[in-house]
């Protein structure tokens, strides 16, 4: 194609005017920050769970799937069962993420245990750092979102994620997690999980709330977080974590 | 003036010109208030607020249904939220008749939490089911609200 000067510069200046009139619209239909009801900044989110608290209902994984539409046969929490040998050799199953609990086991001579998993909502994420278009992002009062108008389904989250907490939504093609319930905490209200969560193994605390019972939680247990060689910061803390859970 | 200076003025002014089509498009393609938390669209944190909520709370719950509330605090169950066995009613609270609940079915609520399994806190009551009651549904025996015998 035969191009001049004089056309090329015709061209410019056309795409010049549509990206002006581009750039006009966004700043007019542009969405607006938060309201202020609720104040970001008094707030850090997190996690307690008491594993010899929970029982393996699997209330956690109906609820959370209630709450936020999450699609079958993904989940965004799970209920694993760890039994483990003497020789420190584990098996863990979680049956369709203990959505309806779990079958019975086969050997009583091993010790075993639940152990509930959801989104660490990590303070240094690795999901974070690597999502090329600032599509995932730990938010101002501590909970790691999407945003799902703008991820691109790369799926590098869903690899960088050392808990395996993301996965790519079937029919939005976007990446998808645990919220923390954002909506409902934001609300005054609890998470879907910890809400129906008949033992109180796990509950919502914010770090930030200095009457928030997560203080004397983490003064008077021995608690974990999972992988703590991650650095990730994990905000969900275990109490009586075993060795052998990953 | 040098002479010859209109090969610095030229491409000086392609050089402006590059830098204002940069500007245009930046600000055309960056979303607004993009950076203002972090680097991300602080929009995005209005989005996932906007979600419906379907578990109303226990608190909810008891307003209307207090006399049930008052029972159940009195026994054993009473930590256990009234959605985690009769499912999500948010829909129930805003508008009773828009959503009647149904009642839970018994042969497989009961057992998810109550059938005998090693990795259960070892003080939690459990019983084997199929020796424990012979196939008679648990709520023939117990009250679900208040379980005493």
Redesign the interface.
Known sequence: MDIDRRDLFKIGGKLLVLASIGATLEQLTGSEPPSDAYKMADHWWGMIIDIDKCIGCGNCVRACSNENSVPDGYFRTWVERYQIEESGQPHVDSPDGAMHGFPLPTRADLKSFFVPKLCNHCADSPCVQVCPVGATFVSPDGVVLVDETYCLGCRYCVQACPYGCRYLHPEKNTVDKCTLCYHRITKGLTTACCENCPTQARQLVDFKNPKDPVHAFLRENKVEVLKPYMATRAKVYYKDLDGAVR | MFRDSGHLIRPALVFLAGL??FL??R???V????G????????????????????A??DTCVMCHDDVGKTRAAGK?A???C??CH??LAKHADDPAALTPKLPDVA?LC???H???????KN?PQVVSAEHSGGALCNSCHQPHSPQL
């Open positions: 204002g089509m245009v498009i600000a055309a393609v979303p607004k208030h993009f203002q938390y972090g680097h991300y669209r602080p929009g995005a944190l209005d989005l996932v607020r906007q979600r419906p909520i379907a578990y709370g226990q169950h930590h256990v939220a959605e985690g499912g999500p497989t057992v998810r939490c059938e005998k399994d090693a990795a259960k806190p939690f």
